[in-house]
């Protein structure tokens, strides 16, 4: 009996804690969204960003830069639940589109019909439950996600039973959608649908366009717009639709885009310096179930064949293992401010920007010096 009582306390005391760190975010973030409200976009965009780097630097620990392959299991946990904030999975290979600004244009995956195994995405879903992973999953990666909904839908519903505390997303292209699929995905457990939308062939982004594009998908699912932020390059719309959040991205990608681990001439730019977050926030699993370092890297990319950081199609691998294993060597060749060797050479993904690459990198350095990590960092800007 006194094992029980100590058991529901010790439950009602998790509940609290839970209960006041999700209040203490939840008004964290309702200040800062209310206070980007008054800004324009191009400010609050840096903002975010010189945020995300400084929680970045200050997360830094020397675990996140060793090899713990000899760790206790534990240890990986805590490793992999601290730092990773969006696990990307692809629930098929097939892909409708090629489109020119996507690798998918050298590597067809239109007529690839295979589905990931069901076995290895539910041992991912009972690891990340087995942390009570609270970032995002997103489907997606070079697949279109709604090529086999029923599939995608049973995965939805054992990643919702199995990882009840993530956000669960898609990245779609919008061919498939319709508003009877919608309520398909609300009712299988997502919470967030990305919507891209694709200029036709031929025709070269403007507001107006991008304005026209996102109103035509509103009507076509029977949605309203509620709010829009325009850049220079983008258009970003939300959409009113209950239990499910709905975005849309219309982006210029005539100016806009990454060269995809140097797979892409035309989005080759200057020479990669700063650090990349993405070994250490992203965890990437491409159909075939191999781990990738980052988003831009695909294991059927003939270029990237040697990239892969471990193989979930194994039977009885774990994620935790491959994060806490052979990603920390991605981790500790991207920490520094140095050039980059390929395929991050000419890499623009979440690169830095410029004003901000002197105080990050004096933060980086102490941060380093901190934890007894030793990497030239600052000088090589200097
Ligand atoms: S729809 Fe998306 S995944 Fe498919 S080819 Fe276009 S950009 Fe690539
Ligand atoms: S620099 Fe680019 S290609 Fe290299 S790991 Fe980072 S995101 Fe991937």
Redesign the pocket.
């Known amino acids: 009996m006194m094992m029980e009582q100590q058991l529901g306390h010790q439950r009602i005391s998790r509940l609290i804690a839970k209960g006041y760190s999700r209040l203490k975010t939840w008004l964290s973030n309702w200040v800062a969204r209310s206070t980007e409200t008054l800004l324009p976009v191009e400010m609050v965009v840096k903002l975010r960003t010189g945020r995300d780097w400084k929680h970045w630097v200050n997360a830094l620990t020397l675990e996140a830069l060793e090899d713990l392959t000899n760790a206790p299991t534990e240890i990986k946990q805590q490793l992999f639940k601290a730092h990773v904030r969006l696990v990307e999975i692809e629930t098929h290979a097939k892909c409708n589109r090629t489109c020119s600004f996507c690798p998918n244009s050298i590597v067809d995956r239109r007529f690839n019909s295979t589905l990931t195994n069901s076995e290895l995405l539910h041992r991912v879903f009972q690891e990340l439950g087995s942390i009570n992973y609270t970032g995002q999953i997103k489907i997606a990666r070079y697949s279109e996600p709604l090529a086999h909904v029923d599939h995608l839908c049973a995965q939805i519903e054992i990643a919702r039973s199995l990882v009840p505390y993530a956000q669960i997303a898609i990245v779609t292209n919008t061919d498939y959608l319709t508003p009877t699929i919608l309520v398909r995905l609300r009712q299988a457990g997502l919470d967030v649908v990305y919507m891209s939308i694709y200029l036709k062939a031929g025709e070269h982004w403007t507001p107006e366009i991008a304005s026209d594009c996102s109103e035509k998908l509103a009507k076509k699912l029977g949605i309203q717009i509620t709010t829009c932020e325009k850049t220079s390059v983008s258009l970003r719309c939300n959409y009113e639709y209950e239990g499910l959040d709905l975005r849309s991205a219309c982006m210029n990608f005539e100016t806009y885009g990454?060269d995809?681990?140097?797979s892409l001439d035309q989005f080759i730019t200057q020479d990669?310096v700063s650090p990349?977050?993405?070994?250490f926030e992203t965890f990437v699993i491409d159909y075939t179930g191999a781990v990738m370092?980052?988003?831009?890297?695909r294991s059927d990319l003939p270029q990237h064949q040697s990239f892969p950081v471990g193989d979930l199609a194994i039977p009885n691998s774990s994620i935790f293992e491959i994060y806490t294993g052979h990603l920390s060597a991605?981790r500790r060749s991207?920490v520094g401010f140095d050039r980059?060797p390929f395929?991050?050479a000419t890499?623009?993904?979440?690169q830095l920007p410029k004003t901000l690459e002197v105080p990050v990198a004096q933060q980086l350095e102490n941060r380093l010096d901190q934890i007894g990590y030793k990497k030239p960092t600052i000088s090589s800007l200097i």
């Open positions: 990454t995809r681990g140097n990669r990349c977050r993405e070994p370092p980052c988003c831009n890297l991605w991207m980059k395929p991050c890499c623009n993904h979440r």
